[in-house]
C-alpha cells in the first residue's frame, strides 16, 4: 500500500455528516459506503473486493461482447482525494488505488486530470473534464484515427454556458458545518457547462418500459441526426456520466445512457444491438462491484422493491397495500409468505401485479410486541427479500413503533433549535402530526409530511433561567402506536 496511517481517521471524521473541509476550499467525501478516503490512505482498511473475481467478471464481458461485434471498454474517474491529495486537510503518503492492479481489463483517466478539473463543493468532475474524457474514450475505443481527430470534432459541436451548480456535498442532509460565510459563498458556484451546437432528440417513448429505470434512475435514450458517425453507443455508467453523455451525443447517431450498477444488462444489450459499449465508473466504486461471469443464458439477479403504501387496522384484521416491483420497477411472479413471531400466518401468490393488498387476522395474538416478517421467494431474474418489523399489538389492532431522534438542541439568542427525525419501524418517513411542549406547555402542532429530518425554532423569551423539559408527543393513530420523547434543556 502506497500511503500509511498519519491520522485516526475516524477520530477525525467523527460528528461529520458527509462533507470534510480540506485546504483552498474544496470539500471532501466521508462516511460514504466505500470509505474513499480510507481506501487510499488507511494501510488498516479492509477491502471487500476479490480483485481476481473481477477481472474474471471484466474478461467475460469482453468476451461476451466479442462475440457480437461489439467493442466494449471499462474507464475509471481517478476518486478526488487521490488527484486533490493536496488538499486534503492533513498530510498523506502516495495513495493505493487498486485500479494500478487491473490495468489489463480497466483504463485508468487519472492521466488525463487536474486540481481544477473537481467541482470545488461536489464529488463530480466538472463538464468540461467529462468532455475531456469522452473525447479520450472515444479515442481509445476507435485508435485508428489520431486523439486530435476526435478533440476537433468534438470540440466544434459543443457551445459552453454558463450555469449555477448547488454541490451535492454542501447540501444540508450532506454539509457537517454552520452555515457560515464560506456556505454562504459556495451554495451556488458557477461553472462552465455544455450542450452541442446542433439539435438531438430524447426518444425515451421507444424504450420496451423494462428499460426506462433503473431503481428510481430513469434511462435516457438519445438520438443525433446530425452526429459525427452512424455508429451507437450503450453507456453503462451512474451519475459520473451526467456530463460525459454530450460528447458521445455529439459522436454517436444514438446512445443509451443507462443507469447500470454493474449487472450488465444482458436483455438491454441484445435489444439495442450496440456498435460500442463504454463502462464508466469512479474509481471509489471498484471496491463493491457484482462481478458477474457474463455468459449466453445466464443473469445477474436484481433486487425487488417493496414498498407499503398503506397500513391500517379494521375489527382485528392488519391490512397492507403493498407495491412489489423488480428493480427496473417492473410487476414481478412470485410468492409471499408473512410470518408473525416466525410462525406462518399467510401465503400470497404474486401474479405480475404491483399493487397488493395483505389482510391478516390478529384476533388471536396477544396485547404485546410481535416480530413480524414478509419474506418473497426469488425467481429467475430476482432475488429473495425480505422485510421485518416489531409491531405493538393493542386490544384489536398492530401498530407501528415510532423511533424519535433529537439530533441537535441548542440555546441561541432566546431561541430553541432543534433538529429531530421521526421514522417508522421500517425506517419510513412518518405520516402524522406532532406536538411539541415546555414544561408541559404546548409550543407547537407540527406536521409530520412523511420527511424525515424537521429543523424547528421555538421563542423561548418568557423561560426563566435553568433547567426546563422539552416535550415531543405523537398520538395513537389507526396506524401508529402512541409516542413520547422528552429532552433537558438549560437556559
Not at 205 to 221: A, I, S
Request: proline share 4%; aromatic share 14%.
Amino acid at each position: 500500500m502506497g500511503g500509511i496511517i498519519i491520522i485516526n481517521f475516524d477520530k477525525e471524521f467523527d460528528n461529520l455528516k458527509r462533507s470534510l473541509k480540506g485546504k483552498n476550499d474544496y470539500l471532501f467525501l466521508v462516511h460514504d459506503s466505500n470509505d474513499e478516503i480510507k481506501q487510499h490512505y488507511d494501510s488498516n482498511f479492509k477491502f471487500s473486493v476479490d480483485l481476481d473475481k473481477f477481472r474474471e467478471s471484466q474478461l467475460s464481458k469482453q468476451e461476451y461482447c466479442n462475440m457480437r461485434n461489439i467493442n466494449y471498454k471499462l474507464f475509471v474517474i481517478p476518486d478526488r482525494s487521490v488527484v486533490l491529495k493536496n488538499h486534503l486537510p492533513f498530510d498523506v503518503g502516495e495513495p493505493y488505488r487498486m485500479v494500478d492492479e487491473l490495468s489489463d481489463v480497466a483504463i485508468d483517466l487519472l492521466p488525463l486530470f487536474y486540481d481544477v478539473d473537481y467541482i470545488p463543493t461536489d464529488t463530480h468532475i466538472t463538464p468540461l473534464a467529462a468532455i475531456k474524457c469522452g473525447i479520450y474514450m472515444l479515442y481509445m475505443l476507435h485508435s485508428e484515427k489520431p486523439l486530435n481527430y476526435y478533440a476537433n470534432l468534438i470540440w466544434s459541436s459543443v457551445i459552453l454556458e454558463l450555469s449555477e451548480l448547488k454541490g451535492d456535498l454542501i447540501s444540508p442532509s450532506n454539509w457537517s458545518y454552520d452555515f457560515d460565510e464560506y456556505y454562504k459563498k459556495y451554495v451556488q458556484y458557477q461553472l462552465f457547462g455544455a450542450d452541442l451546437k446542433h439539435s438531438y432528440s430524447e426518444v425515451n417513448n421507444e424504450l420496451p418500459p423494462e428499460f426506462k429505470k433503473v431503481g428510481k434512475r430513469k434511462t435516457f435514450y438519445y438520438r443525433n441526426e446530425n452526429s459525427i458517425s452512424d455508429k451507437t453507443c450503450l453507456f453503462f455508467t451512474a451519475s459520473s456520466g451526467i456530463y460525459g453523455k454530450i460528447p458521445l451525443i455529439a459522436y454517436y447517431r444514438e446512445i443509451i445512457y443507462y443507469w447500470d450498477h454493474w449487472y450488465f444488462n444482458q436483455d438491454l444489450i441484445d435489444w439495442f444491438k450496440p456498435d460500442d459499449i463504454i463502462e464508466l465508473r469512479v474509481e471509489r466504486f471498484l471496491e463493491n462491484p457484482l462481478c458477474p461471469i457474463v455468459k449466453e443464458g445466464y443473469y445477474v439477479k436484481i433486487p425487488l422493491n417493496m414498498e407499503i403504501i398503506n397500513y391500517k387496522n379494521e375489527d382485528n384484521t392488519l391490512i397492507i397495500s403493498v407495491d412489489i416491483k423488480d428493480y427496473h420497477m417492473m410487476p414481478i411472479t412470485t410468492q409471499c409468505s408473512i410470518f408473525v413471531d416466525n410462525k406462518l400466518l399467510k401465503r400470497y401468490d404474486i401474479c405480475n401485479k404491483i399493487r397488493n393488498i395483505f389482510e391478516i387476522d390478529v384476533s388471536t395474538l396477544e396485547n404485546k410486541m410481535h416480530s413480524f416478517r414478509i419474506s418473497f421467494e426469488s425467481t429467475d431474474k430476482t432475488l429473495s427479500h425480505e422485510f421485518n418489523a416489531n409491531l405493538i399489538k393493542i386490544d384489536s389492532g398492530l401498530y407501528m413503533p415510532i423511533y424519535i431522534n433529537i439530533q441537535k438542541l441548542n440555546v441561541s439568542d432566546n431561541k430553541l433549535n432543534l433538529k429531530v427525525s421521526f421514522a417508522d419501524y421500517s425506517m419510513t418517513a412518518v405520516d402524522s402530526n406532532c406536538y411539541f411542549s415546555i414544561d408541559d406547555k404546548n409550543v407547537c402542532i407540527h406536521e409530520l409530511d412523511k420527511k424525515f429530518n424537521h429543523n424547528l425554532t421555538f421563542d423561548i423569551n418568557d423561560l426563566t433561567k435553568g433547567k426546563h423539559k422539552l416535550s415531543i408527543h405523537i398520538p395513537q393513530s389507526n396506524k401508529y402506536n402512541e409516542t413520547n420523547k422528552e429532552k433537558e434543556f438549560e437556559i
